[in-house]
Structure formats: C-alpha cells, structure tokens
T-cell receptor
Framework: GAVVSQHPSWVICKSGTSVKIECRSLDFQATTMFWYRQFPKQSLMLMATSNEGSKATYEQGVEKDKFLINHASLTLSTLTVTSAHPEDSSFYIC????????????FGEGSRLTVL | AQSVTQPDIHITVSEGASLELRCNYSYGATPYLFWYVQSPGQGLQLLLKYFSGDTLVQGIKGFEAEFKRSQSSFNLRKPSVHWSDAAEYFCAVGRMNTGFQKLVFGTGTRLLVSP
C-alpha cells in the first residue's frame, strides 16, 4: 500500500519557539492531506485539510495563525506550530489520499510534540 | 453531526479467544464506516471498510465487521486473537460531502492480549 511518512517522530521544544512537522507521501502524489491531533486516551481530531497549491481549510476552533499548514508540492505538507506552548503538546498525525476512492486514506506514523 | 462511540476503553482477551470490539455511530444517511488499528509508534492502518452492499465485511489480518443499520453499529470481530493483535483500534465514519475522506473517529479501544 501507499506510504506516508512523518518527520520528526518526536520533538521537544521550549515554550515560545516554533516547530515544523513534515508529512510526505513516498510513493504516490497526494493532492489532499489531512492533519489530525490526538490527545492522550482520546480520539483523533481533524485540524485541517491541506490542498496542494492552495490555502488549507481549518476545522472550527483550530487557530490558523497557531497551526500553519503549507502544501507546497504533491508529496509534501508541513505543519508549523508557532509560538508553541505546553498546551500544544500532543501527537500530530497526517494522512493523505491518492484519490483512489472514498476513504482511501493513508496515515503517517505520527509526530509527538512536547513543549517545555 | 456525525459521531462515533466506542464504549470500551480497553479490553483484555486471552490469546486464541474470540474478540468483538463495539462501535456505534450517529449519521443521517448511509454511512461510510472504517476500522483502523494503531500500534505503538506507528500510524493508523486500515483494517476494513464498509461503503455499501454486503453488511459483513472482511478485512485484513482475519478481522471482519458487520454493519447493522437497525442498531447503528459496526462491530469488529476476530475468531481467534493473536498476541500481535494487541493495539489501539479506532472506528471511524466518513463525513458526508467531503468525498468521505474527512473522518470522524471514535475514542478508540485498547486491546490487551493475555497469554
């Protein structure tokens, strides 16, 4: 199956700094990528939809200026957590579709962010 | 709005025993339903999905799920659990008008397998 890779797998940063997480589709072109946030013992919450070459669409309640999403190519989307604070600590997961059909999503392995 | 409920936070099953993980959904039309498995440090892997047709769906790794519209359920089953099945399992429903690619997930059920 299609492979989606995230980098870094885990990152620790100081409060107030910015962190970038990359999501790559390794063997297919992903016109659309999705970013999820997963809190401990909770479900995955969709943060935004990233479309190649256009602005991301954010879900209600997600701060656009806090979570910057860029989908510069068909194989790469990035999530930048700006001015990170401890409450931004979470597990961030991306998924991508190769338009193979409804619900044909492929997930990355996730990136754990810890803000000190 | 769509929602998914997984009433069991965690379940312990003996190796070789059968397994059923519960999933109930709330959706106004025919749902697109999915089961994913997440192993520690790994991404989500699709086990199976239901779009239409036969209500008993076969997936990978010996899993199956049955769609019951009358009960708004999509329970996951496996006749004989292996130790390698220990993981977190998520049920999800595809959101309408998004190509069903935007998923609403349940809170997950952690499966523990005892020797």
């Amino acid at each position: 199956g299609a492979v989606v890779s995230q980098h870094p797998s885990w990152v620790i940063c100081k409060s107030g700094t910015s962190v970038k997480i990359e999501c790559r589709s390794l063997d297919f072109q992903a016109t659309t990528m999705f970013w999820y946030r997963q809190f401990p013992k909770q479900s995955l919450m969709l943060m935004a939809t990233s479309n190649e070459g256009s602005k991301a669409t954010y879900e209600q309640g997600v701060e656009k200026d806090k979570f910057l999403i860029n989908h510069a190519s068909l194989t790469l989307s990035t999530l930048t957590v700006t001015s990170a604070h401890p409450e931004d600590s979470s597990f961030y997961i991306c998924s991508a579709t190769d338009a193979g059909g409804p619900g044909e999503l492929f997930f990355g392995e996730g990136s754990r962010l810890t803000v000190l | 709005a769509q929602s998914v409920t997984q009433p069991d936070i965690h379940i312990t099953v003996s190796e070789g025993a059968s397994l059923e993980l519960r999933c109930n959904y709330s959706y106004g039309a025919t749902p697109y339903l999915f089961w994913y498995v997440q192993s520690p440090g790994q991404g989500l892997q699709l086990l199976l999905k239901y779009f239409s047709g036969d209500t008993l769906v076969q997936g990978i790794k010996g899993f199956e799920a049955e769609f019951k519209r009358s009960q708004s359920s999509f329970n996951l089953r496996k006749p004989s659990v292996h130790w390698s099945d220990a993981a977190e399992y998520f049920c999800a429903v595809g959101r309408m008008n998004t190509g069903f690619q935007k998923l609403v997930f349940g809170t997950g059920t952690r499966l523990l397998v005892s020797p």
